[in-house]
């Protein structure tokens, strides 16, 4: 590569390289002038070593963070599966790390004697300002709130809008007459906690006049384990902990979606799948359903 020369011997200077190898280079130069105004010369030369170090430093400090994101995702899936918010993930668009984020904030359920003490407690309502004659109702959001819990569910909102038919329909609604776009969130969030309220208190998943499908909690715990690679033995404990937490009336849906789950498994390859093959039926045991081996293909059949 070129060298930088300073104009003076005891010049401090400060090199910034930034660009792609197929690309033109692009230098930023920053230091002290000298007498003369030029701070150096750069003698132009071969950058692309330079630019593949910084590239594959950059990727691999990018790759070691995914896998610390992913370790700390997987982490949250057990204190989820223990508690009754995992029915959560039987709302479309709601998934393990959104839902526990959620329950971390929360706490316990008996805290809140309604709906609008969660919205209260996270300050999802317009402050007001009020003086002689003037008043107005319709400020930005309070500042004094668990912004935390302000933001888990803002977060949700936001999945909700994306992924949820029912809120997504709302939303459209609410775009053609011209409402803000940071009240519609708000509005998603405040409906979405009134609705996290009546399912967590009342220990029922998702059931909505609106919706005629909802999503499967021990299906969305599978998927999740298998992207995460996490170890059979921790996901088992993870599905007999949620096992627990789902009422007796879906427990039936759930097992015909975890049955049909275990079909897909056992036709795939891998070592890993396989060791989560052997731990699905005895889960669908804890559920009330016996399986038999097909004489044939050695399956797994509901009876």
């Not at 709906?115 to 007001?128: D, E």
């Not at 939303?171 to 803000?180: H, L, T």
């Not at 891998?270 to 005895?282: D, Q, R, T």
């Amino acid at each position: 590569m070129g060298a930088w020369t300073p104009h003076s011997p005891d010049c401090q200077t400060i090199l910034w390289v930034s660009g792609f190898p197929d690309c033109q280079t692009i230098l930023w130069v920053s230091g002290f002038l000298d007498s003369s105004g030029f701070l150096g010369v750069w003698i132009p030369g071969c950058l692309d070593s330079l630019h593949r170090r910084f590239f594959t430093e950059f990727d691999a400090d990018r790759l070691a963070k995914l896998q610390v994101i992913r370790a700390i995702e997987s982490d949250l899936m057990e204190p989820l599966s223990q508690a009754p918010y995992v029915l959560l993930l039987s709302v479309p668009g709601i998934n393990v790390v959104s839902a526990a984020e959620f329950a971390g904030e929360m706490g316990p359920i008996k805290h809140y004697p309604k709906p609008r003490a969660i919205t209260g407690r996270a300050g999802l309502y317009p402050s007001r300002h009020q003086s002689d004659e003037v008043d107005h109702p319709n400020g930005p959001l309070v500042r004094h709130a668990n912004h935390d819990l302000r933001r888990a569910i803002l977060i949700i909102a936001d999945n909700l809008i994306r992924c949820n038919e029912h809120f997504g329909v709302l939303v459209a609604g609410w775009r053609a007459k011209n409402a803000d776009a940071r009240d519609i969130r708000v509005r998603v969030g405040s409906r979405f906690s009134r609705i996290a309220f009546h399912m967590v208190s009342g220990q029922m998943t998702f059931r909505h006049p609106c919706t005629k499908h909802r999503d499967y909690v021990l299906k969305k715990l599978l998927r999740f384990a298998v992207d995460h690679a996490i170890a059979p033995d921790q996901l088992q404990r993870n599905l007999d902990a949620a096992t627990v937490q789902l009422p007796p009336s879906d427990e039936q849906e759930e097992a015909k979606s975890l049955a049909e789950e275990l079909a897909q498994v056992q036709k795939k390859r891998g070592s890993g799948l396989k060791a989560i093959g052997k731990i699905l039926p005895a889960v669908l045991v804890k559920l009330g359903i016996k399986l038999i081996s097909s004489s044939e293909s050695g399956e797994a059949d509901l009876t």
